[in-house]
């Protein structure tokens, strides 16, 4: 996972599982065709990262651990969006978005696309001066907002990458997995590298006695190996996601493809 401050000096951090930064942004395109062909959700990648902040609204977009946009709610709202505030009136793009709170729900009840509410956002992006206009359905006007150059304020924030996480699980197993935190009479995972090397036992069930996870913004891997603990191909997992029970105990989960 990651985090970063906001120019308000808001701490934003997308640990928390569901939480209510990320929005999952798609290109109408590609959602239009995820929807007719019925596409699993865990097989289906939001075209753009975009986090919000919740105290001032700013919106950014990152590409390569960085941040490459940075966005402002104008005080400008419209009723009808037929053409920008630049004048333009045909070079758009057309998005629709969910939170990761609202994906989050769905996805609790539906595993395909179309199996999903119609979004209740959408988006038109301006390809000329990159203001974007922000359609709520439940809304009755338009929210304009307009990009920041935030390089006059300060360099473009680095996010801070945090450690890669390296998930070992024994060849042929499927099923469950859970890394249950906190678990004091256990083994401590150090990190070595930037990297958390964490070895699934046959059973599933990985109990340790690191407090919380400390995940990182670069993408897990995760891999089968042998008897020796040689890594032999790369897993597909699907579903993971880090969760605090109520009693406080923290376990990350994930479900290895069979």
Known sequence: ????????????????????????????????????????????????????????????????????????????????????????????????????????????????????????????SCNICNRFFLKETQGTSIQVYHEIDFNQDYEAMMVDAGPQCIYLIPDGFAGPVEIIYGQESHQYIKMVDDQYVFEIPVTGVLKISNKEPDNGYVENEYYFI???????????????????EGNGTIKEKFTVMS
């Not at 990152?62 to 400008?76: G, H, I, P, R, Y």
């Not at 008897?227 to 997992?237: D, L, S």
Request: charged share 25%; proline share 3%; with cysteine.
């Open 1 to 124: 996972m990651a985090h970063f401050r906001c120019n308000c000096g808001e701490l934003l951090g997308n640990s928390a599982v569901p939480n209510d930064v990320e929005i999952c942004v798609f290109k109408n395109e590609t959602w239009i065709n995820a929807v007719k062909n019925h596409t699993e959700m865990i097989f289906l990648d939001e075209d753009y990262d975009i986090w919000n902040c919740p105290l001032c609204r700013r919106v950014y977009s990152f590409k390569t651990n960085k941040v490459d946009k940075m966005f402002s709610l104008a005080e400008a709202r419209i009723d009808h969006f037929t053409s920008c505030l630049c004048g333009e009136r045909t070079n758009f793009a057309h998005y629709v978005a969910y939170t990761d709170r609202e994906m989050d729900q769905y996805t609790s009840d539906a595993d395909t696309a179309n199996g999903l509410p119609n979004a209740p956002r959408e988006l038109w």
């Open 226 to 244: 042998d008897c020796n603990g040689n890594r032999i191909t790369r897993a597909e997992v699907s579903n993971h996601i880090i969760q605090e």
